[in-house]
C-alpha cells in the first residue's frame, strides 16, 4: 500500500523537470559563455580573458573524481538544493565584484567557485532524475530535460547579453550593468531553488549509496583501471582530446571578434547584437543541428554518418577565415555565417557524443562516460587558454587560418575510432 501513496502523494513530473534543468543550465552559460562576452566588453585583453575562462573548464574535468562522494554523503536531494542556493549566492557574489576597481581576480575565483558547484549540481541533478522517476517516465521526460536545459542556453547567450548590452546603453557603466545582469541570474536562482525545496519529491530510494567494500576510491581507481586497460584507449584519448581541437580555441574567440573594432580586426558588433546574432540564433541553430543528428544517427546509425559529421563539424570554420578578411558590415550576412557555423557544430558534435556513448559500454557504464566527459571537457580546456595569446599575437585573420589548420588532427583521430556495425541506429521492434 506505501508505494501507490508515495505516488499519488509525489509531484508531477512537470512541475520540477523542466525547472531543474532550466537551472542545470544557466549556470553552465554564465561559465562557459557570458564570460567571453563580458569580460571582453569589461576591458579584459583576450589573452588574458581565454586564459582565465579556460580555468572554468576544470570542475567539469575533475568531477568524475568526487561524484562517487555525491552518491555516498547525503540525499541527491539535499545536495541538489544546497548547491543550488550556493550557485545562487556566487552569482551576487560575482556580479557584486564586477563593480570593483580591480574585478578581475575577484570576479574569477567567483566564478571558479561557481563552476565547481555547477558540477557538482550536474552529478546530484542527474543522479536525483534517475531515482525520482520510473523507467517509463525518464524516458517520457528525456526531450523535456534537454528542451529545457536549450532553453537555458538560448536565454544565457541570447537574452542575458542582450539585457546587458540594454544597461550598458542606459547606464554608461559597464560593470555595473553585467553585476546587474548577473545579479538577475543569481535572484532568479534563489527563486527557483525555494521552489525546488517544496516541489521536489523525497524517492525513498534517495539515501546515501553504501560505500563498496573496497572504499569510494577503491571503486574509483576499479572504474578508471577498467577504462585504461580497454583495447585502443590509446585511440579513444586521442579522439576524446583532439576531435574539437580547433573549435577549442575558435569558441573563446569568436565574442570577442565579433565585439572587436575594425581597427582591430573585429567586427565592431554591439553587445545587444552579439545576443542576438551568436546568443540567440547561433545557439537555436546549433540546437537544432544537434536535434538533427541525433535523428539521422537513429535512422541510420553512427557509422553512416560519422565522415558527414565530421566534415559538418570542420568547414564551416572556415566562415570565420572570409569573415575576419571581408570584415562585412552587413549583420544579416554575419549572422547567416555565424549560424551556418554553429549549425554545422551542432551537427557534429553530435558524432563525437555518440562516440562517447560506444565506448562507455560495459559493466562500469556510468562511471566510464564520465571519464569521457572529463576528458572532453580536457579537450576544450587546454587549447582555449592558448587561444587568446595565439590571437593576440597574429591577428584574427592569421588565428583563424590556424584554427582550420588544427581541424586536421579531427579528421585523423575520427579516422582512427572503429564505429560497431549499426551502433546508435534505432532498432526495430
Known amino acids: 500500500m506505501a508505494q501507490p501513496e508515495r505516488a499519488r502523494a509525489a509531484p508531477s513530473p512537470w512541475a520540477w523537470v523542466p525547472s531543474l534543468y532550466l537551472t542545470e543550465g544557466l549556470p ?15 576591458g579584459v585583453g583576450v589573452a588574458e580573458m581565454a586564459y582565465y ?14 561524484s562517487p562522494l555525491v552518491d555516498a554523503l547525503g540525499k541527491k536531494r539535499t545536495w541538489v538544493t544546497v548547491m543550488q542556493a550556493a550557485l545562487a549566492v556566487l552569482l551576487l557574489v560575482t556580479g557584486a565584484s564586477l563593480t570593483l576597481p580591480a574585478f578581475l581576480l575577484p570576479s574569477v575565483a567567483a566564478l571558479w567557485l561557481l563552476a565547481l558547484a555547477s558540477a557538482t549540481h550536474d552529478i546530484a541533478a542527474d543522479g536525483f532524475y534517475l531515482l525520482a522517476l520510473e523507467t517509463h517516465q525518464q524516458a517520457a521526460f528525456v526531450g523535456v530535460r534537454s528542451a529545457f536545459y536549450r532553453l537555458a542556453m538560448v536565454a544565457g547567450s541570447g537574452g542575458l547579453v542582450v539585457m546587458a548590452g540594454y544597461l550598458e546603453e542606459s547606464t554608461g557603466q559597464r560593470g555595473l550593468a553585467w553585476g546587474i545582469t548577473l ?11 525555494a521552489w525546488h525545496a517544496r516541489v521536489l519529491p523525497r524517492p525513498d530510494e534517495d539515501r546515501p549509496q ?4 573496497q572504499g569510494v576510491l577503491g571503486a574509483f581507481l576499479e572504474s578508471f583501471r577498467t577504462f585504461f586497460a580497454r583495447p585502443g584507449v590509446g585511440r579513444i584519448l586521442a579522439f576524446l582530446l ?30 545587444k547584437e552579439v545576443g542576438l546574432v551568436y ?11 544537434g536535434l538533427l543528428g541525433g535523428f539521422v544517427i537513429s535512422q541510420r546509425g553512427l557509422r553512416a554518418l560519422l565522415w558527414p559529421m565530421v566534415l559538418a563539424i570542420h568547414l564551416p570554420d572556415a566562415v570565420f577565415v572570409f569573415l575576419s578578411m571581408a570584415q562585412p558590415e552587413n549583420t544579416v550576412l554575419i549572422g547567416l555565417a555565424v549560424v551556418a557555423e554553429q549549425f554545422g557544430y551542432g551537427f557534429g558534435f553530435t558524432a563525437y557524443a555518440m562516440v562517447m556513448v560506444m565506448v562507455s559500454q560495459g559493466p562500469h557504464k556510468t562511471s ?20 587568446g595569446a595565439l590571437q593576440a599575437a597574429w591577428g584574427y585573420q592569421n588565428f ?30
Open 400 to 429: 583563424f587560418l590556424w584554427v582550420l589548420l588544427c581541424t586536421i588532427p579531427g579528421f585523423v583521430v575520427a579516422g582512427l575510432i572503429p564505429v560497431q556495425g549499426d551502433f546508435g541506429r534505432k532498432q526495430p521492434e
Open 368 to 387: 566510464h562516460y564520465a571519464l569521457c566527459t572529463g576528458f572532453m571537457a580536457l579537450g576544450m580546456m587546454l587549447p582555449g587558454m592558448a587561444a
Open 279 to 289: 546568443g540567440t540564433f547561433g545557439t537555436l541553430a546549433l540546437t537544432v543541428g
Open 53 to 66: 575562462t579556460s580555468w572554468l573548464y576544470l570542475p567539469w574535468v575533475l568531477k568524475p573524481l568526487w
Open 242 to 271: 583532439l576531435y574539437r581541437l580547433g573549435e577549442a580555441q575558435l569558441l573563446k574567440l569568436v565574442s570577442p571578434f565579433l565585439l572587436d573594432t575594425r581597427e582591430h580586426g573585429g567586427l565592431a558588433l554591439s553587445t
Open 210 to 213: 553504501q560505500l563498496p567494500q
Open 28 to 42: 553552465y552559460v554564465v561559465a562557459q559563455s557570458i564570460t567571453s562576452v563580458m569580460y571582453t566588453r569589461l
Open 183 to 193: 545579479g538577475v541570474v543569481g535572484v532568479t536562482l534563489a527563486l527557483l531553488t
